[in-house]
């Protein structure tokens, strides 16, 4: 399958989410900000909430100069919570948690962090109700798992960037009746994402595939790229696979 076709796929596979679900809907948010809505249950995941230009581009990176977030948010702030069970922060890098988010998302909401580490930050903030996903946690019928990733090469982790990139979750939802939906979060592909997609058999991918890169290590994305949905797609064809955290996307 040649690489227009597998895009146009992806492109597809959002537009049909919400027959292919049933009543259950993937909302692509901004960058890495979406909501899934699985079971009658919702979650808001990694929400960058800034305005247009808001933040300086991250040093040696490509096109550092660009301020992001490139576009603004094409909902309101308080439509990106609305109805949630809440809220899922990966980890906490800016462009998956803010200050724009920090200031504006009610201090009572259920915080979702990756370790205790993520979790005093966000208290810190002045969040009330944070909780640690150590593997699995149940809402209704829909179980919510934590998965692991690398946020980068073991070379890039035996560097000082190690400090840098940190830890990053991935999140499997599951409920009987019901599709399964991977979101990997930052990482690249390795045996962590092989064993999450071997294990639970997505019937739903969401990968971010901006393909990030670290000028220091030009060899080797800190993300995953196109090689990488290409591999999703041969390991699991009948997948619906969505495409995020590219840039404005």
């Known amino acids: 399958m040649n690489m227009n076709k597998l895009f146009a796929a992806v492109v597809l596979s ?22 899934i809505e699985i079971a009658g249950k919702t979650f808001l995941i990694d ?3 800034g305005k247009k230009d808001a933040y300086p581009g991250f040093e040696n990176t490509h096109n550092s100069q660009l301020r992001f977030p490139l576009v603004e948010l094409p909902v309101s702030i ?3 919570y609305k109805g949630v069970e809440g809220i899922i922060v990966t980890h906490t890098h800016l ?18 962090a990756q370790h205790e580490d993520d979790a005093k930050l966000i208290r810190s903030q ?9 593997g699995t946690m149940q809402f209704g019928d829909v179980t919510v798992v934590k998965t692991h990733g690398a946020h980068g090469t073991d070379e890039m ?41 071997v294990k639970y058999k997505p019937d739903v991918l969401v990968l971010n595939t901006g393909d990030a890169r670290n000028l220091n290590f030009p060899d080797a994305g800190i993300i995953m790229g196109t090689k990488d949905v290409r591999h999703a797609y041969e390991m699991l064809p009948q997948a619906k696979i969505i495409t995020v ?5």
Not at 174 to 184: C, E, I, M, S, W
Request: a negative charge.
């Open 78 to 80: 308080e439509d990106t």
């Open 126 to 134: 002045g969040f009330k109700n944070v909780k640690v996903l150590n």
């Open 157 to 197: 982790f035996a560097s000082s960037l190690s400090e840098i990139l940190g830890e990053a979750m991935g999140v499997v939802f599951t409920a009987k009746g019901h599709k399964t939906v991977y979101v990997a979060g930052d990482t690249l592909w390795n045996a962590d994402v092989n064993k999450a997609i």
């Open 14 to 35: 959002a537009t049909l989410m919400s027959s292919a679900f049933a009543a259950d809907h993937y909302q692509q948010i901004r960058n890495a900000t979406g909501r």
């Open 47 to 49: 929400p960058m909430l």
């Open 245 to 249: 955290h590219m840039d404005a996307v």
């Open 95 to 112: 462009d998956h948690w803010d200050p724009e988010a920090q200031k504006k998302l009610p201090k009572d909401i259920l915080i979702i």
